[in-house]
């Protein structure tokens, strides 16, 4: 990591970030779209951040994401939430919204079929809604057979929604429907998401030789900072990523050692804060359509999974899958259940697995650490939830790997050089038949502006590339996002946008998705940042199929 000192003020380095009609270039691309989706700009001007070394290969294809996503309109598209005079009682209720069967009710209806119903959307005096925008979440459950699958919604944008739920189990079947946000909670989070250069900020610890600490505010962003700032800049030589923390007034700035989350910033309004309340957020509408019972079909009672094996870049339908007795079935692709200890050794022998992430991705290492009692855990003497951590079967040959993505990471206090980024880490791969790659990147960007995500993701995309142009047998999983966090710090709504840069920075590669957001929204189950071991068993078991299709 390369270390530069500003001993100008903070003035200086933002004047020269907004004289952007001087600058001749950049090293990152502007991704600004309409006010709908509106990206935070920085400019990187040359005279201030050194280039990146020119043979690099992840360099040589950085810019592809930058023109890929150079119109993200389609991708990143949600209805506008008209302007309000901060009337509560006009933004959507889960009380007075209904829904309903789209035809005439059906006796039974057929395995393999569709159920069909249209939702109204009403505010809190019962006034239907004509406009769209909310953050609804609908799914087909029957929770006495653990089964569930993820519904549909189309927005009409009118108020009007239409729910689309496959029938692939045999049986009896409930429709439930949350709304996770108003339109009108929704327009708040855009608003964030379009004028806030973050909602949280980090500290940096430094050290001096005789022990002496100074602790200082850092972040993503040197415009985060107080105008007379001094600060320091440090940049991954490797992904190019930048990071700044405030000059300490004693301690130079290579002397940076430590790291952990600071502060979280208020960035809403009362009014903003009252439509964003708990008592207006994830809750369950009223009943709308009564139990539907499913028939067999040729003495069938479940859609099977297709016989193709799971191998990476097959096609994602939607939904992806469904749960039926606690077991995740894809619709991709043939998955298996790996039950056993044994099953699990017989897959993984001979293999590195290398996962690289957030702590949602970390409970994968530590299922299958539990789970398999041969995996044991090597102490590396690292702070465990950063890492990085290691287990071993040295008899099979078995090596899993884990450790947290760089900054910006909210954590305990943490070493700096336990920091890497995930491009230093894929750099320093060989590939092969025998290496497994899984990255989980998600929550810990939901407190920016999306162009932070956006940059990362260009160097991780440009790395994967390379890792398979010099070895194309190497498996390569991205572990979607999941459900959990709904304020304005880790909405779901930030999730479902994250999710889709995700798939849109992967795709046209050779890799493979386990799609953690329809994992975790198809059960009866309490939404939680860390899934239960149920999800986390069955997320495993898909990655599992992956690297042991047949």
């Given at each position: 990591?390369?270390?530069?000192?500003?001993?100008?003020?903070?003035?200086?380095?933002?004047?020269?970030?907004?004289?952007?009609?001087?600058?001749?270039?950049?090293?990152?691309?502007?991704?600004?779209?309409?006010?709908?989706?509106?990206?935070?700009r920085v400019s990187w001007p040359e005279s201030v951040i050194p280039r990146p070394p020119g043979p690099r290969s992840a360099h040589r294809s950085s810019n592809f994401l930058s023109r890929a996503l150079a119109n993200l309109t389609h991708v990143l598209y949600w209805p506008l939430t008209p302007r309000h005079r901060g009337d509560v009682l006009a933004s959507t209720s889960a009380q007075t919204s209904t829904y309903h069967l789209r035809g005439p009710a059906q006796a039974s209806y057929t395995l393999g079929g569709y159920l069909e119903a249209v939702l109204v959307a009403r505010d809190h005096r019962g006034k239907p809604k004509t406009h769209g925008g909310d953050l609804f979440r609908a799914q087909l459950v029957d929770p006495y057979l653990s089964a569930g699958v993820p519904g549909d919604v189309h927005d009409l944008e009118n108020g009007t929604y239409l729910l689309s739920f496959p029938l692939l189990w045999a049986g009896r079947a409930q429709v439930q429907v949350r709304l996770i946000h108003s339109s009108e909670a929704v327009g708040v989070l855009r608003r964030i998401w379009r004028e806030e250069g973050a909602t949280?900020?980090?500290?940096?610890?430094?050290?001096?030789?005789?022990?002496?600490?100074?602790?200082?505010?850092?972040?993503?962003?040197?415009?985060?900072?107080?105008?007379?700032?001094?600060?320091?800049?440090?940049?991954?030589?490797?992904?190019?990523?930048?990071?700044?923390?405030?000059?300490?007034?004693?301690?130079?700035?290579?002397?940076?050692?430590?790291?952990?989350?600071?502060?979280?910033?208020?960035?809403?309004?009362?009014?903003?804060?009252?439509?964003?309340?708990?008592?207006?957020?994830?809750?369950?509408?009223?009943?709308?359509?009564?139990?539907?019972?499913?028939?067999?079909?040729?003495?069938?009672?479940?859609?099977?999974?297709?016989?193709?094996?799971?191998?990476?870049?097959?096609?994602?339908?939607?939904?992806?899958?469904?749960?039926?007795?606690?077991?995740?079935?894809?619709?991709?692709?043939?998955?298996?259940?790996?039950?056993?200890?044994?099953?699990?050794?017989?897959?993984?022998?001979?293999?590195?697995?290398?996962?690289?992430?957030?702590?949602?991705?970390?409970?994968?290492?530590?299922?299958?650490?539990?789970?398999?009692?041969?995996?044991?855990?090597?102490?590396?003497?690292?702070?465990?939830?950063?890492?990085?951590?290691?287990?071993?079967?040295?008899?099979?040959?078995?090596?899993?790997?884990?450790?947290?993505?760089?900054?910006?990471?909210?954590?305990?206090?943490?070493?700096?050089?336990?920091?890497?980024?995930?491009?230093?880490?894929?750099?320093?791969?060989?590939?092969?038949?025998?290496?497994?790659?899984?990255?989980?990147?998600?929550?810990?960007?939901?407190?920016?502006?999306?162009?932070?995500?956006?940059?990362?993701?260009?160097?991780?995309?440009?790395?994967?590339?390379?890792?398979?142009?010099?070895?194309?047998?190497?498996?390569?999983?991205?572990?979607?996002?999941?459900?959990?966090?709904?304020?304005?710090?880790?909405?779901?709504?930030?999730?479902?946008?994250?999710?889709?840069?995700?798939?849109?920075?992967?795709?046209?590669?050779?890799?493979?998705?386990?799609?953690?957001?329809?994992?975790?929204?198809?059960?009866?189950?309490?939404?939680?940042?860390?899934?239960?071991?149920?999800?986390?068993?069955?997320?495993?078991?898909?990655?599992?199929?992956?690297?042991?299709?047949?």
């Amino acid at each position: 990591m390369t270390t530069r000192q500003r001993t100008t003020k903070f003035g200086v380095l933002k004047s020269l970030f907004q004289k952007e009609n001087k600058v001749t270039h950049t090293t990152d691309k502007f991704l600004v779209l309409y006010p709908q989706v509106l990206y935070f700009r920085v400019s990187w001007p040359e005279s201030v951040i050194p280039r990146p070394p020119g043979p690099r290969s992840a360099h040589r294809s950085s810019n592809f994401l930058s023109r890929a996503l150079a119109n993200l309109t389609h991708v990143l598209y949600w209805p506008l939430t008209p302007r309000h005079r901060g009337d509560v009682l006009a933004s959507t209720s889960a009380q007075t919204s209904t829904y309903h069967l789209r035809g005439p009710a059906q006796a039974s209806y057929t395995l393999g079929g569709y159920l069909e119903a249209v939702l109204v959307a009403r505010d809190h005096r019962g006034k239907p809604k004509t406009h769209g925008g909310d953050l609804f979440r609908a799914q087909l459950v029957d929770p006495y057979l653990s089964a569930g699958v993820p519904g549909d919604v189309h927005d009409l944008e009118n108020g009007t929604y239409l729910l689309s739920f496959p029938l692939l189990w045999a049986g009896r079947a409930q429709v439930q429907v949350r709304l996770i946000h108003s339109s009108e909670a929704v327009g708040v989070l855009r608003r964030i998401w379009r004028e806030e250069g973050a909602t949280v900020d980090f500290t940096g610890y430094f050290k001096g030789p005789t022990g002496y600490e100074e602790n200082v505010t850092c972040n993503v962003n040197p415009l985060l900072f107080g105008e007379e700032d001094a600060i320091c800049y440090y940049k991954d030589e490797d992904s190019g990523e930048l990071w700044f923390c405030s000059q300490p007034l004693t301690l130079p700035c290579d002397s940076l050692v430590g790291h952990s989350a600071g502060r979280y910033w208020t960035v809403t309004t009362p009014h903003e804060d009252a439509l964003l309340a708990w008592n207006l957020t994830d809750l369950l509408l009223p009943q709308g359509i009564g139990l539907v019972q499913v028939s067999k079909e040729r003495n069938r009672k479940l859609v099977l999974s297709p016989e193709q094996p799971c191998y990476p870049g097959i096609p994602a339908p939607k939904p992806s899958g469904f749960y039926h007795r606690n077991v995740w079935h894809s619709l991709a692709c043939s998955s298996h259940s790996f039950s056993t200890a044994d099953s699990i050794l017989g897959c993984l022998a001979g293999r590195i697995v290398h996962m690289m992430g957030d702590s949602t991705l970390r409970q994968w290492w530590e299922y299958l650490r539990d789970t398999v009692p041969s995996l044991k855990p090597v102490d590396l003497h690292a702070i465990y939830h950063s890492g990085p951590l290691m287990a071993v079967d040295t008899t099979r040959g078995i090596v899993l790997h884990w450790r947290a993505h760089g900054w910006p990471l909210r954590s305990l206090r943490t070493p700096v050089a336990s920091l890497h980024s995930v491009v230093r880490e894929l750099a320093g791969l060989a590939g092969g038949p025998h290496t497994v790659v899984v990255l989980g990147l998600g929550a810990h960007f939901t407190t920016f502006p999306p162009s932070i995500f956006v940059r990362r993701l260009a160097g991780i995309r440009a790395a994967v590339m390379a890792l398979l142009a010099r070895e194309p047998s190497t498996l390569v999983v991205i572990k979607l996002a999941n459900t959990g966090y709904k304020s304005v710090y880790g909405s779901d709504w930030f999730t479902l946008q994250v999710n889709r840069l995700l798939r849109t920075a992967f795709s046209g590669l050779r890799v493979a998705f386990v799609d953690a957001w329809e994992m975790t929204s198809s059960l009866a189950l309490p939404d939680n940042i860390h899934p239960q071991q149920l999800i986390v068993r069955n997320e495993v078991d898909l990655l599992l199929s992956f690297i042991c299709p047949t």
